[in-house]
């Protein structure tokens, strides 16, 4: 199986604030990984597909990019609305696996 | 508006069996493929199970392999997931999502439904 590390686990940040959570494979997948965000009791929503491709009536200040089998999600300018888990996931291969969560927190 | 809303969750004893129900509208069921994702309390999330529109494709997480059997109904626009020899570590909120790709990512998902496997 395709062993997804996010990191850091947890962080806290400002409103305003660049942030940057990180998703390393255990191998090659190319392109295929995928980005949700979920907020307390509510299900998962996809942000980024395809580590770069921005999911329809998500905010541009989301975006996705690849350096080989490392994957950044990057928050341009956090909003109050983007205080949540964030979860990596490949689709390279099956069984389709997720990183075990960033949570932004309120600084 | 695309809607997934699962139902059949509730509380069962170890080796027991419980059968999940995703009843969906707003678009055109046939033509997706579809997964069942859960969530432990607290914990991450873990991809279930994966069926092909038609069902000719369907796979499965080791975790899962011979207890669980997902199914769809498209005259019915139903998605299903019969789990069978239930174990505490399968207790988690199931999610039914929509896949856009084959084993690809998810763009709709349910609310969730709780399934507690407890004596």
């Known amino acids: 199986d395709i062993q997804m590390t996010q990191s850091p686990s947890s962080l806290s940040a400002s409103v305003g604030d660049r942030v940057t959570i990180t998703c390393r494979a255990s191998?090659?997948?190319?392109?295929?990984l995928n980005w949700y965000q979920q907020k307390p009791g509510k299900a998962p929503k996809l942000l980024i597909y395809?580590?770069?491709s921005l999911q329809s009536g998500v905010p541009s200040r989301f975006s996705g990019s690849r350096s080989g089998t490392d994957f950044t999600l990057t928050i341009s300018s956090l909003q109050p609305e983007d205080f949540a888990t964030y979860y990596c996931?490949?689709?390279?291969?099956?069984?389709?696996?997720f990183g075990g969560g960033t949570k932004v927190e309120i600084k | 508006e695309v809607q997934l809303a699962e139902s059949g969750g509730g509380l069962v004893q170890p080796g027991g069996s419980l059968r999940l129900s995703c009843a969906v509208s707003g678009f055109t069921f046939s033509s997706y493929s579809m997964n069942w994702v859960r969530q432990a309390p607290g914990k991450g999330l873990e991809w279930v199970s994966y069926i092909s529109s038609g069902s000719s494709r369907i796979y499965y997480a080791d975790s899962v392999k011979g207890r669980f059997t997902i199914s769809r109904d498209n005259a019915k626009n139903s998605l299903f997931l019969q789990m069978n020899s239930l174990r505490a570590e399968d207790t988690a909120v199931y999610y039914c999502?929509?896949?856009?790709?084959?084993?690809?990512?998810?763009?709709?998902w349910g609310q969730g439904t709780l399934v507690t496997v407890s004596s």
């Open positions: 999502t929509r896949d856009v790709r084959r084993l690809a990512f998810f763009d709709s």
């Open positions: 996931q490949q689709s390279y291969n099956s069984p389709l696996t």
């Open positions: 191998q090659s997948i190319s392109n295929y």
């Open positions: 395809d580590a770069s």
